[in-house]
């Protein structure tokens, strides 16, 4: 069965009060895109815990997808 992770997208340049949001989606990917249509930030920081529990934590630039399309 497949299982929905949380992922804490921490923005530096907003509020304190709107700093980190909280994603559920089933892939790393999907909860970008997810966050990504409403925010104007420039990169974000990502955390989340995989299926075996171990913790991750990256850097993300935005937008994330293809250039080509989104530079129209």
Do not use: C, H
């Not at 340049?13 to 559920?24: G, M």
Request: charged fraction near 35%.
């Amino acid at each position: 069965m497949a299982k929905e992770r949380i992922f804490k997208f921490t923005d530096n340049t907003a509020p304190e009060e709107e700093q980190v949001k909280e994603v559920t989606a089933m892939s790393y990917k999907k909860a970008v895109k997810s966050y990504q249509g409403g925010s104007k930030a420039k990169q974000v920081e990502v955390e989340w815990t995989t299926k075996r529990g171990e913790e991750f934590y990256t850097v993300q630039k935005l937008p994330m997808g293809r250039s080509k399309k989104i530079g129209k």
